[in-house]
């Protein structure tokens, strides 16, 4: 597998490294994009939970709050691959500013809206389906970033900081929305999560990064779609990988649209419950993205993603049968770890298998994977949950994870041999 020259290679700090769990740090651009993409996702998670509450206020829908993530995810469905062409075409970090920004746009937009009172659940729909064409970009974008800050060498643990990052924003965003939607409502939110935005544009602008050299445009965009096809096609533990992602992320964890109505209708809460049901998804999310930052081995990995598999399945079956809040929130800790653990380990092993050349368009795959099932699985939970109730809805999730956790354990030799110099 090739790796990016010596001048390609970030260097890191002469700072000190500090604990070894976190050597990721010693770079000052890897610093200075954990700082600004933390504060941008606190505001993220804050959107989502306010969202999903104003939608759950407006129709008291599960399929409405299934519709409005079908929204979301389907432009991912349909453009992400296309995505993957343009990011290894491209500035990765000037593409990521500019994604940024539209988003910064959104939220704003989604905040005037609400404050005005002539928000209605088509306009939400919109601003989702609109976020997800941007966010089709912007995901791939990001996860090829990584590497320019870091190099090959801390690439495995930045993605696990990273994933510590995004879980530590999923524990502390929804808990202030619970508490700002009580007090300010949510529109306070979706205002704060426009603002949010420019600390990750303004960290990005901060960075210090040799010249990008992008490879000629000129070749044809399919060709070049061709390419990544081929190599996912042709490399069993990628394509192993990126099959298990799409059953379990687009099927298995998208009982997650029914939070806010298992919070109002069947726990008897309110909206300071339902961010804490988010909350606590987050704390053990942070949990597994900690015990992920000493994982160096193939072989860890593939555990890691086998227990998270495991866990997450049996998490959701429990909340969904869950009568009290106590084991709702415990089972939404157990079930952020799970997920933690099989969505960063699955990231990682993508990206030490592929070269920097075709890195955009395997993480367009793994994005596609990870969340282009995820408008038929929204839309399949909603439906359910509408027609026959949200604790059956939330039981198929479920299984499905299990599924998914027995499939890998047949396959786990496999992956865990794709390369001599990273398995044990």
Same mark, same amino acid.
């Given at each position: 597998?090739?790796?990016?020259?010596?001048?390609?290679?970030?260097?890191p700090?002469?700072?000190?490294?500090?604990?070894?769990?976190?050597?990721?740090?010693?770079?000052?651009?890897?610093?200075?994009?954990?700082?600004?993409?933390?504060?941008?996702?606190?505001?993220?998670?804050?959107?989502?939970?306010?969202?999903?509450?104003?939608?759950?206020?407006?129709?008291?829908?599960?399929?409405?709050?299934?519709?409005?993530?079908?929204?979301?995810?389907?432009?991912?469905?349909?453009?992400?691959?296309?995505?993957? =062409?343009? =990011?290894?075409?491209?500035?990765?970090?000037?593409?990521?500013? &500019?994604t940024?920004?539209?988003?910064?746009?959104?939220?704003?937009?989604?905040?005037?809206?609400?404050?005005?009172? &002539?928000?209605? &659940?088509?306009?939400?729909?919109?601003?989702?389906?609109?976020?997800?064409?941007?966010?089709?970009?912007?995901?791939?974008?990001?996860?090829?970033? =990584?590497?320019?800050?870091?190099?090959?060498?801390?690439?495995?643990?930045?993605?696990?900081?990273?994933?510590?990052?995004?879980?530590?924003?999923?524990m502390?965003?929804?808990?202030?929305?619970?508490?700002?939607?009580?007090?300010?409502?949510?529109?306070?939110?979706?205002?704060?999560?426009?603002?949010?935005?420019?600390?990750?544009?303004?960290?990005?602008?901060?960075?210090?990064?040799?010249?990008?050299?992008?490879?000629?445009?000129?070749?044809? =965009?399919?060709?070049?779609?061709?390419?990544?096809?081929?190599?996912?096609?042709?490399?069993r533990?990628?394509?192993?990988?990126?099959?298990?992602?799409?059953?379990?992320?687009?099927?298995?964890?998208?009982?997650?649209?029914?939070?806010?109505?298992?919070?109002?209708?069947?726990?008897?809460?309110?909206?300071?419950?339902?961010?804490?049901?988010?909350?606590?998804?987050?704390?053990?999310?942070?949990?597994?993205?900690?015990?992920?930052?000493?994982?160096?081995?193939?072989?860890?990995?593939?555990?890691?993603?086998?227990?998270?598999?495991? &866990?997450?399945?049996?998490?959701?079956a429990?909340?969904?049968?869950?009568p009290?809040?106590?084991l709702?929130?415990?089972?939404?800790?157990?079930a952020?770890?799970?997920f933690?653990?099989?969505r960063?380990?699955?990231?990682?092993?993508?990206?030490?298998?592929?070269?920097?050349?075709?890195?955009?368009?395997?993480?367009?795959?793994?994005?596609?994977?990870?969340?282009?099932?995820?408008?038929?699985?929204?839309?399949?939970?909603?439906?359910?949950?509408?027609?026959?109730?949200?604790?059956?809805?939330?039981?198929?999730?479920?299984?499905?994870?299990?599924?998914?956790?027995?499939?890998?354990?047949?396959?786990?030799?496999?992956?865990?041999?794709?390369?001599?110099?990273?398995?044990?």
């Amino acid at each position: 597998m090739p790796e990016p020259t010596a001048t390609d290679q970030p260097q890191p700090s002469s700072s000190p490294a500090g604990l070894p769990t976190f050597r990721a740090f010693r770079h000052r651009n890897f610093r200075l994009y954990f700082g600004g993409q933390l504060t941008s996702l606190i505001g993220t998670w804050m959107q989502t939970a306010a969202q999903s509450w104003l939608v759950l206020k407006l129709t008291n829908s599960p399929l409405m709050l299934g519709t409005v993530s079908f929204a979301n995810y389907l432009p991912i469905l349909l453009i992400t691959l296309f995505a993957g =062409v343009i =990011v290894d075409r491209v500035d990765r970090r000037r593409l990521i500013i &500019v994604t940024q920004t539209l988003l910064m746009m959104s939220a704003f937009i989604l905040a005037a809206l609400t404050w005005t009172g &002539v928000v209605r &659940v088509e306009h939400v729909i919109a601003l989702a389906a609109f976020n997800g064409v941007v966010s089709s970009f912007d995901m791939p974008g990001r996860q090829a970033f =990584v590497v320019k800050m870091v190099g090959v060498s801390d690439l495995s643990n930045a993605i696990a900081i990273n994933s510590l990052m995004f879980n530590s924003a999923r524990m502390i965003g929804p808990a202030v929305a619970g508490l700002l939607i009580a007090g300010l409502g949510t529109a306070m939110c979706f205002f704060l999560n426009g603002v949010s935005y420019l600390a990750v544009i303004w960290s990005l602008y901060a960075m210090v990064l040799p010249p990008s050299r992008p490879p000629p445009t000129n070749e044809p =965009v399919l060709r070049r779609l061709r390419e990544g096809f081929i190599y996912v096609r042709g490399h069993r533990p990628t394509l192993t990988l990126l099959l298990l992602s799409a059953v379990s992320n687009g099927l298995g964890s998208q009982y997650t649209v029914l939070v806010s109505l298992f919070a109002r209708n069947l726990l008897h809460g309110g909206p300071s419950l339902y961010g804490f049901l988010l909350a606590a998804m987050g704390i053990g999310a942070a949990a597994g993205a900690v015990t992920l930052t000493t994982a160096e081995s193939t072989r860890a990995m593939v555990r890691n993603l086998a227990i998270g598999l495991f &866990v997450s399945s049996i998490a959701i079956a429990a909340f969904g049968l869950s009568p009290w809040i106590f084991l709702s929130v415990a089972a939404q800790i157990l079930a952020g770890y799970g997920f933690t653990s099989s969505r960063a380990t699955t990231n990682t092993l993508l990206q030490l298998f592929v070269a920097d050349e075709l890195r955009g368009r395997v993480m367009s795959f793994y994005t596609l994977s990870a969340l282009g099932m995820a408008p038929l699985g929204a839309l399949e939970v909603g439906l359910v949950g509408e027609h026959i109730g949200p604790r059956p809805a939330v039981l198929i999730c479920g299984v499905i994870s299990l599924v998914c956790a027995v499939v890998l354990l047949t396959r786990a030799s496999m992956i865990s041999r794709p390369d001599p110099a990273l398995a044990n």
